[in-house]
Nanobody, 113 residues
Framework: QVQLVESGGGLVQPGGSLRLSCAAS????????MSWYRQAPGKGREFVAS????????NYKDSLKSRFTISRDGSKNTVYLQMNSLKPEDTAVYYC??????WGQGTQVTVSS
């Protein structure tokens, strides 16, 4: 069955960096567009970034494109989200998602001093 396991979240100070990982199994990763979403406390889930099957094209929420980078490694069936210059408003649970609608369980990111 499809499994998406996120990791790499945690507590970081403002201005810091984190790299999230999403390990995928149970489907043909190389054929699947992958995305990251996030959900802040008391808010709805929002799109963060997506990446095409080959990694040749990426798309970002406009306000995040200067600080976040999505990438993928087909040899590891893993998609990443590099987050730099983190702000308190980036605090959220971050989820990876397949184009076909499967979600991971999420990883908590907390940006606080």
């Amino acid at each position: 069955q499809v499994q998406l396991v996120e990791s790499g979240g945690g507590l970081v100070q403002p201005g810091g960096s984190l790299r999230l990982s999403c390990a995928a199994s149970g489907f043909t990763f190389s054929n699947t567009v992958m995305s990251w979403y996030r959900q802040a406390p008391g808010k709805g889930r929002e799109f963060v970034a997506s990446i095409t099957t080959t990694g040749g094209n990426t798309n970002y929420k406009d306000s995040l494109k200067s600080r976040f980078t999505i990438s993928r490694d087909g040899s590891k069936n893993t998609v990443y989200l590099q987050m730099n210059s983190l702000k308190p408003e980036d605090t959220a649970v971050y989820y990876c998602k397949t184009w076909t609608g499967y979600w991971g369980q999420g990883t908590q990111v907390t940006v606080s001093s």
